[in-house]
């Protein structure tokens, strides 16, 4: 760290903290913000006292230690007893070679209290179990035993009471191999037993698995999903891909499935086949399911989702969802409203508050009795990365179970006993699938088909003749089809119901079925017209998994009526017919038909989510038909990408045909902005090509090199305006166009710095001119929010040339309207001059200029049609395709782009466009660039972003000219530049002996080696005598940790006495953090989401932002790719697409690397994330953006 920035930070936080008037007692912290709880263990008494309920209810304790220990996951059985998996070992495995310290246990005799009078242990020796699913079924022998199907890492186990002792005296693999290296709170989770009889579980957060049934169909999971399993071992199938860390699973009484996932708006009901949104990962081309939060809740440690399905709590309970956050210590309460098929969820008054810190709530279970039960991993600590897992204060022993019943005055008790399915004959057990009890009824089910099986089908048929309600039929037809005794006269009945829960769990079953008769998919068909909305989700989904050409119609018609708020059905029919689709011959069939223009559209914007040579040629006849205007050229580079993806290789030259139809032949800008398609389009064919796994064709290079040359040919003319970096923090280019009402009432396009986000800064100059006798234009724009006084940060100037001296200066009007202005130029008239304006306001609104329409209308200050930042993107695009054709040739082109005596300033003032250019001059013709860039590297003229740029990418060149063009450009480079570099150097052997040696003889500032990034980059290349060399330069300053730790406390101090201002941390946030991180539905979620940061509290806040390396996530650690070249490339892990890599930059920005080109691949117990925040932030922003952090911290 720089020794005067520090100094003047510690001096700035001081100022702060003596000139606010601040009450000399601060508040006490509060012990729920804070990742250690400050508070004392309690004993379960005490600490039941501390849980508040609404005023009808109270809350019992069930069990504690030393009875259990630490409670993970929860399931009743048929008997009204509740199972539990419980844990010592988390948060470290035990070595899978040797049995664990972890107990499945059975509690039961449950008290007028609660208290579980009755605990055993059913199996030990487990390895952190947590999903868990217990069943009494008939074996092949004839005999009745107790099963329990859990997982204990790694392997989901089957295990079994054979001798009836109540403990399972065996066990066996039932699926086997999961992942669990990376993160052992990602594991199994949530087992619940579908109304299909499959077992329905939860794939959490980052771990990577490889799992199949004995039939050998496998699935792979990364990270969050959901799927369903067999009970005996047979399949596992994927139900849902994506969420983040899913945990907690519960069905309704229609059969819709709900889950928890551990961010903001955790609750879903998860649609089968649907993509959610998880860091990175892409959808299927349908666009993500859609979500059912109306609210964000603030927190991202919410689980153990559970649905009031009963009818002992008074109504305005019923149907509520039930979710535990472990961080806020609470059981939240949200209420369930219907928008056709879709569910929203709106959050109500919280069921559980605690005020004991230790509180958490991992998991909660409707019981058979009406309560709520709730697994409490009391603990002082319990976040997984928030706190080191080595550290002291974690609690290993400590468990509760709490019973929250309903006693009303004069009311009768708020629960009933106890079922014993178990002890019930088949007439009873189909009886009871009458009960109001969801979870009675599901238990019933299992009881009948897996104790009774076959033996049950008289009583099944003797009950349907006359069911008691829709609940029961339901539950009847759903029994006879899981022992395969399901007429279809049975299936048809039902689905012509009166009742439309009979009709909604028809269509479920016929989505079962393997195969449908041509009635049956008519009865589907028809259904899709069914009154109510949720048949026909379900009518929609059993077609989708039974595709067909005639099914295609009907969802075209269901899809247009649609109302667009109930976005379930919607997806579910947009879904459905993309799956009728996937068959080749139906797709082919079904755009043989009569179809109108908008049913057309429907299948073309369907058939990217189609991964077929039929889709891909199917959407290249279409591309014809499509306006090519600046909307729709994505759109089309999207096609284009699946077409080279799927189409047949012969089909190529159609898209190269097409791209070249869209390019306007003469000169002028109207030619210069057609390139805008092409250039897209062919880095999307290339992208599909490589994802493909494929080189380019002849006919593909000939095409990019046709394009490229074509394109510089036109660029000469379009330079007259100059994008410059806006020091001290440059951001991305920010000028566009834009057309802008004006005070004369006409509409004008004038230059803006908002078309890009209003966060970007920038300078625009326009070439020199000779200085009328006046100027005549139009501005618009802020400069701050409209009740702060100005801050003349927005302004445009006349300067003269080449001195710089600025003659007039006009501030931003703090207008949208652009207002004109008049500037008197006669006493400069002749005089050579040129015009600036600047964008400094970093800030998210009313940071902004606009201007154009100048008159008289002299040669350099026209505006272009198109913005300044698309010439930029252009020309960045033309230089990565010369690059992707090996264009050998555009070498003296690229090099003139790159000459101050001949280079367009445009180019040389974006260090995006620099980069660009160089990244290709250097690969295509490396023995000529090196040596001119290594001489422009020391010409007084460039920049100093010129010379950062140009050396990031010298710096992982194994070149001895090369690498001392680096160290000649870092001895000009301030240390922050220099730090960025170092990291660079160090990534490779050869260039970690340039820092190394750069340090050793004064050209780089040893400092550098307080940057945990930079010396983790150098323990992994380690250079010779490494750790040597490094001790010795490390004495000559301060330790890095002392320092940090010295600025840290700082800051904590400043932060506890000096309130931020969350408004303005806002667009802290927006500027620096956004670009990565999401709040809310701002920024991106490339690193991890921070809704409820706050709830960390400002100590660990600090330590988040000011040492990001201190406790780095695993799935957010740098990768470092060595390419076979000798190139190195580092980033953020996202995904990969076909045969290729894509890892995302500091700037948060993907890109793609080919597999084939990989010599090696390492990951860096690094973040990306800057570690120098606090050199970059003022003192007052780091306090405004702490401000705003705390700000998102859930309500309590």
């Not at 666009?287 to 009031?308: C, E, V, W």
């Not at 697409?1137 to 920005?1149: F, H, M, R």
Request: some cysteine.
């Amino acid at each position: 760290m720089h020794p005067f920035r520090f100094l003047s930070n510690a001096l700035a936080i001081a100022a702060i903290a003596v000139t606010t008037a601040r009450s000399a007692n601060a508040a006490a912290p509060d012990p729920f913000a804070e990742g250690v709880r400050p508070t004392p263990w309690l004993a379960p008494e005490d600490s039941r006292r501390s849980l508040h309920v609404p005023s009808g209810f109270e809350i019992q304790l069930v069990a504690s230690e030393p009875g259990i220990s630490k409670p993970m996951n929860m399931a009743f059985d048929a008997q009204g007893r509740l199972w539990l998996s419980t844990t010592v070992e988390y948060p470290f495995p035990a070595p899978t070679n040797a049995p664990g310290r972890d107990r499945i246990l059975v509690l039961e005799d449950f008290g007028p209290d609660g208290h579980a009078r009755k605990i055993t242990e059913f199996a030990g020796g487990l390895n952190i179990p947590i999903g868990i699913y217990p069943f009494h079924s008939r074996n092949p022998d004839g005999r009745t035993t107790w099963k329990a199907i859990a997982w204990s890492i790694p392997h989901i186990w089957l295990f079994e009471d054979t001798d009836g002792d109540g403990r399972a005296d065996r066990r066996e693999i039932l699926y086997a191999n999961f992942d669990f290296t990376r993160d052992t709170h990602g594991n199994q989770a949530s087992f619940r037993r579908g109304f299909d009889g499959w077992i329905y579980c939860t794939h959490g957060y980052n771990n990577d698995s490889h799992v199949h049934g004995r039939d050998g169909h496998e699935v792979h999971m990364n990270s969050g999903n959901t799927y369903r399993a067999r009970i005996d071992g047979s399949r596992v199938e994927q139900f849902t891909h994506g969420q983040v860390n899913p945990f907690g699973m519960a069905f309704d009484p229609a059969g819709d499935l709900f889950t928890s996932d551990c961010h903001s708006e955790p609750i879903y009901q998860v649609l089968r086949g649907g993509y959610y949104p998880s860091f990175g990962k892409p959808h299927d081309g349908l666009g993500f399911a859609p979500k059912m939060m109306q609210n964000k809740r603030g927190s991202t440690a919410l689980d153990g989702l559970s649905i009031y399905s009963d009818v002992l709590w008074p109504e305005e309970f019923r149907g509520n969802i039930f979710i535990g956050d472990v961080m806020t210590s609470r059981v939240y309460r949200d209420r369930v409203t219907e928008a056709g098929s879709t569910r929203l969820a709106w959050a109500m008054p919280d069921l559980v508050i605690s005020d004991d810190p230790w509180f958490r709530p991992v998991d909660t279970q409707l019981g058979p009795d009406g309560s709520l039960y709730i697994a409490d991993f009391y603990n002082k600590i319990i976040g997984h990365y928030e706190v080191p897992l080595t550290h002291p204060g974690r609690d290993r022993t400590s468990g509760r179970i709490w019973r929250v019943v309903r006693r009303g005055a004069g009311e009768p008790r708020g629960e009933r006993p106890m079922p014993d399915l178990t002890a019930m004959s088949a007439q009873e057990l189909t009886a009871s699938l009458a009960s109001p009890s969801l979870i009675t009824r599901r238990l019933a089910t299992d009881e009948l088909t897996d104790r009774w099986g076959v033996d049950a089908i008289p009583a099944l048929r003797q009950a349907l003749r006359k069911p008691v309600n829709g609940a029961q039929e339901a539950h009847l037809l759903w029994a006879l089809h899981r022992v395969g005794a399901l007429d279809p006269r049975d299936l048809d009945r039902a689905a012509r119901s009166a009742d439309r829960l009979t009709r909604t769990h028809a269509m479920r079953m016929l989505a079962e079925l393997p195969e449908l008769t041509s009635a049956q998919l008519r009865q589907a068909r028809g259904a899709l017209s069914d009154t109510d909305a949720l048949v026909r989700r379900c009518a929609a989904d059993a077609l989708g998994r039974h595709p067909s050409a005639d099914n295609a119609v009907a969802l075209m018609r269901r899809l247009e009526e649609c109302p667009s708020e109930d976005t379930h059905l919607r997806y579910v029919l947009r879904q459905s017919l993309r799956d009728q689709l996937i068959p080749e011959e139906n797709l082919r069939r079904v755009v043989a038909g009569n179809l109108t223009e908008a049913r057309r559209e429907q299948v073309s914007d369907l058939a990217l989510s189609v991964n077929t040579e039929a889709s891909a040629s199917y959407l290249l006849s279409r591309l014809a038909t499509w306006p090519v205007a600046a909307s729709n050229v994505a759109r089309i580079a999207e096609v284009i990408r699946h077409v080279a993806r799927y189409a047949p290789e012969k089909r190529l030259p159609d898209i190269m045909s097409f791209a070249e139809t869209r390019l306007a032949s003469g000169g002028g800008e109207s030619s210069m902005k057609s390139f805008e398609g092409p250039l897209a389009w062919f880095r999307a064919l290339d992208d599909g090509l490589q994802e493909r796994g494929v080189s380019q064709p002849a006919s593909v290079r000939f095409w990019g090199s046709n394009l490229v040359a074509r394109f510089f040919a036109s660029v000469r003319p379009y330079h007259s305006w100059s994008p410059l970096p806006y020091d001290p923090e440059p951001t991305l280019n920010a000028w566009g166009m834009e057309s802008l009402d004006c005070a004369d009432g006409a509409k004008r396009n004038l230059t803006s710095s908002a078309s890009y986000g209003e966060e970007l800064t920038g300078v625009l100059r326009s070439s020199f001119f000779k200085a009328p006798d006046r100027l005549h234009f139009w501005l618009a724009g802020h400069d701050g929010p409209p009740r702060n006084p100005p801050q003349r940060l927005n302004r445009i100037r006349l300067c003269l040339h080449p001195s710089g001296r600025v003659l007039i200066e006009t501030p931003a009007p703090r207008s949208s309207k652009a207002v004109g202005i008049d500037w008197n130029l006669s006493e400069f008239k002749g005089a050579d001059v040129y015009i600036e304006a600047i964008d400094g306001d970093d800030s998210s609104e009313f940071a902004w200029i606009a201007f154009g329409g100048f008159e008289p209308n002299l040669p350099a200050l026209e505006a272009s049609e198109f913005s300044p930042r698309q010439f930029i993107d252009w020309i960045t695009a033309a230089s990565d395709i010369a690059t992707r054709v090996e264009m050998r040739g555009l070498s003296p082109t690229l090099g003139a782009l790159l000459d101050f005596a001949s280079a367009p300033a445009a180019v040389m003032g974006d260090p995006e466009c620099v980069g660009a250019v160089a990244r290709a001059w250097l690969t295509l013709a490396p023995s000529e660039a090196m040596a001119r860039l290594s001489g422009a590297l020391k010409d007084p003229r460039t920049s100093g972003y010129f010379r950062e740029r140009v050396a990031s990418l010298l710096a992982s060149r194994n070149d001895a000219l090369a690498q001392q063009a680096v160290l000649d450009a870092m001895k000009g480079l301030p240390q922050r530049a220099q730090e960025r570099l170092a990291a660079l150097l160090a990534s490779s052997p050869f260039s970690a002996e340039t820092l190394l040696s750069g340090m050793e003889n004064g050209a780089i500032s040893p400092r550098v080696l307080q940057r945990v990034g930079v010396n983790n980059r150098l323990r992994a290349s380690k250079p010779a005598r490494w750790e040597e060399r490094v001790a010795r330069l490390k004495k000559q300053f301060p330790p890095a940790d002392d320092a940090r730790d010295s600025l840290i406390a700082q800051y904590r101090k400043a932060v506890s006495e000096t309130p931020g201002d969350g408004a303005r941390g806002r667009a802290v946030f927006l500027k620096h953090c956004a670009v990565c991180h999401r709040i809310g539905s701002e920024g991106a979620l490339i690193a991890p989401q921070l809704d409820g940061i706050g709830q960390r509290g400002p100590d660990r806040l600090c330590e988040d932002v000011l040492d990001p390396n201190r406790s780095v996530d695993i799935g957010f650690r740098t990768v470092m790719l060595t390419l076979k070249d000798g190139d190195v490339a580092s980033g953020l892990f996202r995904r990969e697409e076909g045969e290729t890599l894509i890892l995302a930059d500091s700037a948060g920005k993907e890109f793609s690397t080919p597999k084939s080109r990989i010599a090696e691949r390492r990951t860096l117990e690094t973040s990306l994330m800057p570690e120098n925040f606090g050199e970059i932030l003022k003192a007052e922003e780091f306090l405004d953006l702490m401000a705003f952090l705390m700000s998102t911290a859930a309500k309590r």
